[in-house]
């Protein structure tokens, strides 16, 4: 089970979050401040934080970047009522992976939730092997038989999401949502163009093939 990190002074605000994500099937703490963030954090480990910025004591942005100095990577949401573009700019120069605007719409931030929990898992896991075809995302190196080749990050991302879970399908807006990320402007048909790459690439490969499913998505099966 995944376990959250919430760090919001409304304590209303915080029992909502915490409520809808436990609903979810997450394990969730909550906390007044970016100073009881710290104390948590030094007492478990959290796959996510949710974090307000304005907080007494310590707030969001101090919060973020003093994870970061501490070579902390755990995924962080920062969740404000400030919506200038110059907050948003801050909040992300000090690290937080994604933004979210008071009011929050909480089955939004239930999605955003899982796509970044499912993004970081990729980026943790690093290899996937399937057959003999090794993955590797520090060097974005797909090798077969002895032979390597590396791959754009998107191509490689796509690739490496699908192969960790051969068989299983997903929509284009999975795919969209895990490696695009959730607010990009591109549309689902970049994911048609980016698996065509793909299917070029590995058109002789004897360990997997894509599979379209048919106005659903798509699929990594071994050979």
């Given at each position: 089970m995944f376990?959250?990190?919430i760090a919001e002074d409304d304590k209303e605000l915080r029992q909502l979050f915490q409520?809808?994500?436990m609903k979810n099937g997450y394990a969730v703490t909550g906390v007044a401040d970016g100073k009881e963030a710290l104390d948590a954090i030094d007492?478990?480990?959290y796959d996510l934080i949710i974090s307000d910025i304005m907080m007494p004591v310590m707030d969001g942005y101090e919060l973020v970047s003093s994870l970061r100095q501490a070579g902390i990577n755990t995924p962080v949401m920062m969740i404000t009522a400030k919506d200038a573009f110059d907050d948003m700019r801050l909040g992300f120069l000090s690290g937080t992976d994604d933004y979210m605007v008071k009011p929050v719409n909480v089955n939004e931030m239930v999605l955003r939730v899982g796509a970044l929990l499912r993004r970081a898992q990729m980026i943790n896991e690093r290899r996937q092997t399937i057959g003999n075809t090794v993955l590797e995302c520090d060097s974005l190196t797909v090798t077969c038989n002895g032979e390597s080749m590396v791959l754009p990050q998107k191509e490689f991302m796509l690739l490496y999401k699908m192969a960790s879970f051969p068989g299983r399908i997903f929509t284009r807006q999975q795919l969209m949502d895990d490696i695009w990320g959730y607010e990009s402007d591109s549309d689902t048909h970049t994911v048609d163009v980016h698996i065509g790459r793909?299917?070029?690439r590995f058109r002789d490969n004897p360990d997997?093939?894509?599979?379209?499913m048919r106005g659903v998505g798509y699929k990594v099966v071994k050979q």
């Open positions: 376990r959250i990190l409520h809808v994500l007492k478990g480990y793909l299917r070029d997997f093939k894509i599979v379209t």
